[in-house]
């Protein structure tokens, strides 16, 4: 285990999320501390940190179910600072509302800028995977004056597939998740000592609604008789990894199997990819699901350790 930097002096989390960051704090081999957390009958909340703080702290909260602890957020970052923090890193594996990254139609808010400005006064540094950046390149761009790391898990996922199926093809559900398609494959190929990345290709994506999708299967890319595995960054209904399974089922693939990164998976999802025909559904520990399969956590130790050097 190599030593922490001298500066990285915690790892904060709340106790829904001990397991991951436990991980974190082992791996980092840095003192964890569970942050006592009171709901008051209105709904409003009261938190305890451990004190005294000092040196960098890190704060893991990963923000699937987000709203109420965007409000923990709120209130954590500057008590620990009050409490002797100098530097505070968020670790926030799943980083929520980056979808509504326009204005879809006038006078909708614009959540990516306005959440990524929220935690930008709250943190020096946020550190997250697999942001959905769609429109933008880079998490800098949403987090004035701190500053982001954003992580990719699909190089892990890659891998994880192309050590369990045979030959697959990596299909992406939609257009926007050919980056994540692309980098599956380069690792796919490495993890199994292949030189041309592993076969993909990506889907075109009508949105209808929040449950309902339409997606068109690239002709490009044969499907029949080839083990499928889709590749997207994350799944909330399911709808749109359903859809896709069903219709390369229905074009002859021999498997479906499914690997996200954030496996959000809302009421039935699960229920939903399987009447889809999904054969196995993999994610990471982003957030913490009975899928999850590969994790994170050395990724981001190694990005914490780098940040708090910068930090100083
Ligand atoms: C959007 O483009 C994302 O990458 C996912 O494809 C989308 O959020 C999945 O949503 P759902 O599971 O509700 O269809």
């Known amino acids: 285990m190599r030593a922490p930097p001298t500066t990285l002096q915690r790892i904060l989390a709340f106790a829904d999320e001990a397991d991951q960051a436990s991980a974190l704090a082992r791996a980092l081999d840095v003192p964890l501390a569970i942050i006592e957390r009171h709901r008051f009958p209105d709904g409003e909340l009261k938190l305890r940190l451990p004190q005294p703080l000092q040196g960098t702290v890190v704060l893991w909260r990963s923000l699937h179910q987000p709203n109420e602890k965007l409000v923990e957020l709120m209130l954590a970052a500057p008590a620990a600072r009050e409490l002797g923090a100098r530097h505070l890193i968020l670790v926030c594996p799943y980083l929520a509302y980056m979808r509504q990254d326009i204005a879809f139609t006038p006078g909708e808010a614009v959540s990516q800028r306005h959440v990524g400005r929220l935690l930008a006064q709250a943190f020096d540094a946020v550190i997250t995977v697999d942001p959905h950046l769609h429109r933008i390149s880079t998490l800098d761009e949403i987090l004035p004056a701190s500053r982001g790391v954003a992580l990719s898990a699909a190089g892990l996922l890659g891998a994880w597939a192309a050590q369990r199926v045979n030959d697959p093809l990596l299909l992406g559900p939609d257009e926007e998740s050919a980056p994540w398609v692309q980098r599956a494959a380069r690792a796919g190929a490495d993890a199994i000592g292949r030189l041309p990345p592993l076969d993909h290709a990506w889907c075109r994506k009508q ?45 002859g693939a021999a498997s479906v199997d499914v690997a996200v990164t954030h496996a959000l998976f809302v009421d039935d999802a699960l229920d939903v990819l399987q009447r889809g025909g999904v054969r196995t559904v993999w994610s990471t520990d982003c957030v913490p699901h009975a899928s999850s399969s590969v994790s994170v956590v050395p990724l981001v130790a190694d990005a914490v350790r780098a940040m708090a050097a910068t930090l100083g």
């Open 207 to 251: 949105r209808l609604g929040d449950r309902s999708v339409r997606v068109l299967l690239p002709p490009s890319a044969p499907i029949g008789g080839r083990a499928v595995v889709l590749i997207d960054d994350m799944a909330s209904t399911g709808h749109t990894l359903a859809i896709a399974a069903r219709q390369c089922l229905d074009a």
